[in-house]
């Protein structure tokens, strides 16, 4: 996968099916713990709803370790895992949603309840504002002193992202590359540094 899709800022969007209301709020978050604390996070804004429903893929799409979902108090299998189902063919990564509800007095059915998650999960990620993510390998470069300025100044105008920097008798920098644009940038690296530097990456680790 190239790159996949992520919210830009956590985002609310409104929907009413039958005097419910469900209110969709779609947040990027990076990893379990992040969503889990985004979920609360709901909780604690609308304490007075009846049910706050979630799905999370929280990393890349195709990482089904970082999939979850609830159907807090709803019946099983009517909400979270719709929402679910939604997100996952949604291309989006890195994004847990929570639809909280507010029962309007009628009740929607099993198969109610399906369609009305599913399409505030479906609406809420058509409107939101996103961008596109490239998944990212960690590399370790070694380099001498002198050589610091020119690789500094060439990895900002680069797409690759400076972790950290470690200072010894050499210096190394932690890198994030992304995987589609490093065989190119590891030749002009090299040539850059006259064969001067030393790489560590996972597959040679």
Same mark, same amino acid.
């Given at each position: /996968?190239?790159? @996949?899709?992520? !919210? ?18 779609? $947040?990027?978050?990076? &990893?379990?713990?992040?969503? =889990?604390?985004?979920?609360?996070? /709901?909780?604690?804004? @609308? !304490?007075?709803?009846?049910?706050? $429903?979630?799905? $999370?893929?929280? &990393? ?12 807090? &108090?709803?019946? =099983?299998?009517?909400? +979270?895992? !719709? ?9 989006? &990564? ?5 639809? #909280?509800?507010?029962?309007? +007095? ?10 009305? @998650? ?18 990212? #390998?960690?590399?370790?470069? =070694? %380099? ?22 470690? @200072?010894?008798?050499?210096? %190394? ?7 589609? #644009? ?10 850059? $540094? ?7 990456? !996972?597959?040679?680790?």
């Amino acid at each position: /996968m190239d790159y @996949y899709l992520s !919210p830009t800022h956590t985002q609310r969007f409104d929907l009413e099916i039958k005097n419910s209301q469900f209110i969709t709020t779609v $947040c990027r978050t990076k &990893g379990r713990d992040e969503a =889990k604390a985004f979920v609360n996070q /709901m909780r604690m804004r @609308y !304490p007075d709803a009846n049910h706050h $429903c979630w799905a $999370c893929v929280a &990393g890349a799409p195709d990482n089904v370790h970082m999939w979850d979902q609830s159907d807090d &108090g709803e019946p =099983k299998g009517t909400a +979270g895992k !719709p929402m679910l189902n939604v997100l996952q063919h949604s291309d989006f &990564g890195e994004t847990t949603v929570v639809v #909280t509800r507010y029962f309007g +007095g009628i009740k929607l059915g099993a198969g109610g309840l399906v369609r009305a @998650y599913s399409q505030a999960v479906q609406e809420a990620l058509s409107q939101t504002e996103h961008e596109s993510i490239y998944p990212r #390998t960690p590399v370790q470069l =070694k %380099i001498a002193y002198p050589l610091l300025g020119k690789v500094e100044y060439w990895l900002e105008q680069s797409d690759i992202e400076v972790n950290n920097k470690t @200072y010894s008798d050499s210096i %190394i920098i932690e890198l994030a590359v992304i995987e589609r #644009t490093w065989p190119e940038h590891k030749v002009t690296l090299t040539d850059l $540094c006259q064969g001067s530097l030393t790489l560590i990456e !996972p597959d040679k680790a």
